[in-house]
T-cell receptor
Framework: GAGVSQSPSNKVTEKGKDVELRCDPI?????LYWYRQSLGQGLEFLIY????????KSGLPSDRFSAERTGGSVSTLTIQRTQQEDSAVYLC???????????FGSGTRLTVV | AQSVTQLDSQVPVFEEAPVELRCNYS??????LFWYVQYPNQGLQLLLK??????LVKGINGFEAEFNKSQTSFHLRKPSVHISDTAEYFC???????????FGKGTLLTVNP
């Protein structure tokens, strides 16, 4: 597609529920990233996928967070047993190669109540 | 490890005035530097990037930045701002084999009439 597409744009969930956030990267972009943006914390790296290589999960804050990328394209970020501190904007980005600068999606605003 | 410091959290200016948003970084390897802009309720958009070559980089919307290796800075400038430039601006760095972008905390630029 023309840009990075994220869905849903907004998600309100009850504490303890699981949520799935979806990212469709730009066609042909081999690298895909997830970042979290929250007040006072700035932008935090979560996870990185590059082609068929094992993902870099070093930024995931706890084992409640996981992500997968199917067929080298669409990615899903899953948060299990959501907590109020998970409330943030989750941003996905893709690039055609590392260190080239990312193209970001508009993000998913997650609110845990 | 890399880090980015954006020296001003907020910068208010009048329309048609010049502006400089300051960014300093630290890194033990050669770096790639980026400025992103985020308009309200939107994702991040790449303004400009320094990968190599000329230290003066021109980007979109009339912005430019200068890479200064000795001062480890990458300040963003615009000679005359518009109301529509009101947004949050993020400086970011990556380098070496580190594909992750490390972001600064952001600078909120507010352009007043």
């Amino acid at each position: 597609g023309a840009g990075v597409s994220q869905s849903p744009s907004n998600k309100v969930t009850e504490k303890g529920k699981d949520v799935e956030l979806r990212c469709d990267p730009i066609s042909g972009h081999t690298a895909l990233y997830w970042y979290r943006q929250s007040l006072g914390q700035g932008l935090e790296f979560l996870i990185y996928f590059q082609g068929n290589s094992a993902p870099d999960k070093s930024g995931l804050p706890s084992d409640r967070f996981s992500a997968e990328r199917t067929g080298g394209s669409v990615s899903t970020l899953t948060i299990q047993r959501t907590q109020q501190e998970d409330s943030a904007v989750y941003l996905c980005a893709s690039s055609r190669d590392s260190n080239y600068g990312y193209t970001f999606g508009s993000g998913t605003r997650l609110t845990v109540v | 490890a890399q880090s980015v410091t954006q020296l001003d959290s907020q910068v208010p200016v009048f329309e048609e005035a010049p502006v400089e948003l300051r960014c300093n970084y630290s890194s033990s390897v050669s770096v790639y530097l980026f400025w992103y802009v985020q308009y309200p309720n939107q994702g991040l958009q790449l303004l400009l990037k320094y990968l190599s070559g000329s230290t003066l980089v021109k980007g979109i919307n009339g912005f430019e930045a200068e890479f200064n290796k000795s001062q480890t800075s990458f300040h963003l400038r615009k000679p005359s701002v518009h109301i529509s430039d009101t947004a949050e601006y993020f400086c970011a760095v990556s380098g070496g084999s580190n594909y992750k972008l490390t972001f600064g905390k952001g600078t909120l630029l507010t352009v007043n009439p």
